[in-house]
Structures are given as structure tokens and as C-alpha cells.
Nanobody
């Protein structure tokens, strides 16, 4: 029953920044672990960042650590992905995902997904 809507994608130059937002429906947002995944054309959907329901700990793909930051505002039912120092390799459709239970970086563990937002990085 959870509905997720991503926004904030766009076209930026190498080295630029974007902040993606994922708005969730309902009043149970704080009970869900959240994650961001991305998928480039012809490639597998890969884990980007995740955050469990409790605490402020965050998890990232090793290659993205230091450039991307995930955060959440439970009062606004929104999760964010701040992306800095963007590279052409970051070009992909970015998806927000949610699950009730423990955090995971495995995409099949997430039953709820947004529609995705396109991020394009030009050289």
C-alpha cells in the first residue's frame, strides 16, 4: 500500500550536484527501511544507498561513499539522496525503494518502488 514518488532528477555537468527526493504516502513511513537504487540502460539495477528504520546510520555502495548522502525526514514522509561530484557514470534512472523490516541492499527484498527519476550527467 506504500506509494513512492521520486523527484529532483535532471541534467547536470560533471562535478555538479543534485538532490533527489522520495515522497511516501501514509503515516507509517518511519516503520520502513529505505533505499535508493539506480539502473543504467542495459545494466542491472544496483544498490546506491540505504537507511534502516532506527537510528541515523546509513549505508552506501563502496564506489559512491563520500559523494552521495541519504537522509530522511519522517515528519515529511520523505527520503533524500544528495549527490555531489557527479560523474558521467552516474547517469541512470534512480529509484526509491521501501520495505518493512530490516535494512537490505538486495533489490528483491524491497516490495515497494517509485517510478524512478532520470539523472543525466554530461561530460
Amino acid at each position: 500500500q506504500v506509494q513512492l514518488v521520486e523527484s529532483g532528477g535532471g541534467l547536470v555537468q560533471t562535478g555538479g550536484s543534485l538532490r533527489l527526493s522520495c515522497a511516501a504516502s501514509g503515516r507509517t513511513f518511519s516503520s520502513y527501511a529505505m533505499a535508493w537504487f539506480r539502473q543504467a540502460p542495459g545494466k542491472e539495477r544496483e544498490f546506491v544507498a540505504g537507511m534502516p528504520t532506527s537510528g541515523t546510520v546509513t549505508y552506501y555502495a563502496d564506489s559512491l561513499k563520500g559523494r552521495f548522502t541519504i537522509s530522511r525526514d519522517n515528519a515529511k514522509n520523505t527520503v533524500y539522496l544528495q549527490m555531489n561530484s557527479l560523474k558521467p557514470e552516474d547517469t541512470a534512472v534512480y529509484f526509491c525503494a521501501a520495505r518493512s523490516g530490516v535494512w537490505s541492499r538486495i533489490r528483491s527484498n524491497y516490495p515497494y518502488w517509485g517510478q524512478g527519476t532520470q539523472v543525466t550527467i554530461s561530460s
